[in-house]
C-alpha cells in the first residue's frame, strides 16, 4: 500500500485524540451520541474529551470526559423512530404488536456494561499460553483496569456495549452497532479485547470478530484493527496511544465514528488523495455497495452465530431493527444510494443519477430474501416484504421468458 497519503481518512490519523476532533466528527454525522445513564432521559451529549488521570479533585480519579449535554438532535441518530408501515386489520397485527413490545422490553433491559464469567470463546482467552495472560497483575495495573471499566460503565455512547470478565479482568468484548447513514448502518461489528501485562504502557490488543469478510479497509478478514490509537498503523501526537490519557472508551468510540464511517474507501492510503473528485466518488460508491454486501452477510452471521453473552441481544437487536434493515435493502434495489437511509427513511442528499449498480442490486435481492427467512424466524413480521420478494421473482421470470422468446 502507498505511503503517501494525505491525512483527510488515512488510518494514520484514524483516532479521536480531542474534544475538537469528536465534534467535527458528529457535525459529519457521527451517530454514536453519548449519554450519561444519570440523565439519558434528559439531554444527550455531543463531545468527548480525554481522560487525564489524577488531574482534577475527582477523589476517584477519574476525570469527567464529556462536555455538557446539549439539546441538539442529529438527524443521524442510530435511535431509529418506530414509524414502521403500517399493517392491514388482517389479525396479525396485534401479533405484531406483542413481538414487538416483548423484544423492545427485552432490548433495553441489556445493560450497555456488565461483567460475565465464560470466556472460553473469546478470542485472546483461545489462544492460550502464547498470549501476554496477566496471571499476577500489580496493583497498579488492577487500578488501571477498574479505572476503565467505571469510565466505561458511566460514559459509554448508546451504541455501544461491553462485557469484562469476573476471573478475567485483562479481557473484554464489545459489540458496536453501525451509524445510520453510513454502508453500515443497524450492523452488529464485535471486537475482543485483551489489556496486556504492561497496560498501560502499551494499547490494548483488539481483534475483531470478522467471520472471514473484509468490508473495511482498517478491518482485515483475519481480526487484525489497523488503527493508529492501537499503534497498528502510523501516526503522530493525539493520534497515538499515550498511556496517561488515551483510554478503552476512546479506542471504541474512534473505532465507530472514524473506520465505520460514509465513505470508508478513503480510509486506504493512497486513495484519499482522490477525495471529492469525479473518480474517486464513483470508486467510494462501487465500494459502498460491496460494503453493504458484505455488512449484510455479517448480520446474518452474527444472528446467526452470536458470541457468547451476545445471543439475545442479537435476536432483540434485529428483532428491533429488522424491517428498518429491509426497508434499506427495498430502497436500494429501487435505486437509492447506499448509505442514504437514515432511521426508517431514504434521503439521497447527493446531487445527479447515482442509483445502485444492476450488479449490486442483484447480489441484494438474494440477501434480501434470506433476511426475510431469518427475520420471519425470530418473530419480525416480514408479510409486506415477502410481497416485494414476489414481484422481483415475477419480474425476472417475465424478463427470462421475453429473452428466451427473442432466440
Given at each position: 500500500m502507498a505511503a503517501e497519503a494525505s491525512s483527510y481518512g488515512s488510518r494514520r490519523n484514524l483516532a479521536l485524540g480531542n474534544a475538537d476532533d469528536v465534534v467535527k466528527v458528529s457535525a459529519a454525522g457521527w451517530a454514536g451520541s453519548v449519554r450519561r445513564k444519570r440523565k439519558r432521559s434528559q439531554a444527550q451529549t455531543v463531545a468527548h474529551g480525554i481522560i487525564d488521570l489524577d488531574a482534577d479533585d475527582?477523589?476517584?480519579?477519574?476525570?469527567?470526559?464529556?462536555?455538557?449535554?446539549?439539546?441538539?438532535?442529529?438527524?443521524?441518530?442510530?435511535g431509529h423512530p418506530s414509524d414502521w408501515p403500517k399493517h392491514r386489520k388482517n389479525g396479525l397485527a396485534e401479533d405484531v404488536k406483542t413481538v414487538d413490545s416483548k423484544s423492545n422490553e427485552k432490548y433495553k433491559t441489556f445493560k450497555q456494561f456488565d461483567t460475565v464469567t465464560d470466556h472460553s470463546d473469546h478470542f485472546y482467552s483461545m489462544l492460550g499460553e502464547g498470549n501476554d495472560v496477566v496471571t499476577k497483575p500489580s496493583k497498579d495495573w488492577v487500578k488501571r483496569i477498574q479505572h476503565e471499566w467505571k469510565v466505561l460503565e458511566k460514559d459509554l455512547p448508546d451504541t455501544i456495549f461491553v462485557r469484562v470478565y469476573e476471573n478475567r479482568m485483562d479481557l473484554l468484548r464489545a459489540v458496536i452497532v453501525g451509524p445510520a447513514g453510513t454502508p453500515y448502518h443497524d450492523g452488529l461489528f464485535f471486537f475482543d479485547v485483551s489489556f496486556p501485562s504492561q497496560y498501560p504502557k502499551k494499547p490494548p490488543l483488539v481483534n475483531y470478530r470478522s467471520g472471514g469478510l473484509r468490508l473495511n479497509p482498517n478491518l482485515y478478514d483475519d481480526g487484525k484493527v489497523c488503527l493508529s490509537l492501537l499503534n497498528t498503523w502510523s501516526g503522530k501526537g493525539c493520534e497515538k496511544w499515550n498511556p496517561s490519557k488515551s483510554t478503552m472508551l476512546q479506542v471504541l468510540v474512534s473505532i465507530q465514528a472514524l473506520v465505520l464511517n460514509a465513505k470508508a474507501y478513503f480510509n486506504e492510503p493512497g486513495y484519499a488523495a482522490s477525495a471529492k473528485t469525479l473518480q474517486g466518488e464513483q470508486m467510494s460508491m462501487a465500494y459502498n455497495e460491496n460494503t453493504f454486501l458484505l455488512s449484510c452477510k455479517t448480520m446474518l452471521y452474527s444472528l446467526r452465530n452470536p458470541p457468547k453473552h451476545f445471543g439475545d441481544f442479537a435476536s432483540c437487536h434485529f428483532c428491533k431493527y429488522g424491517r428498518n434493515i429491509l426497508a434499506g435493502c427495498k430502497a436500494y434495489m429501487d435505486g437509492a444510494q447506499v448509505g442514504c437511509l437514515v432511521g426508517n427513511g431514504v434521503q439521497d442528499v447527493d446531487e445527479g443519477d447515482k442509483s445502485c449498480s444492476t450488479n449490486f442490486k442483484g447480489s441484494l435481492k438474494k440477501l434480501f430474501e434470506e433476511f426475510i427467512k431469518e427475520f420471519t424466524r425470530i418473530g419480525v413480521h416480514c408479510r409486506e416484504f415477502q410481497a416485494q420478494t414476489w414481484m422481483l421473482n415475477a419480474g425476472s421470470a417475465r424478463a427470462t421468458a421475453s429473452t428466451t422468446l427473442r432466440l
Open positions: 475527582d477523589p476517584d480519579e477519574v476525570m469527567r470526559i464529556c462536555e455538557k449535554a446539549s439539546n441538539y438532535s442529529s438527524n443521524l441518530s442510530v
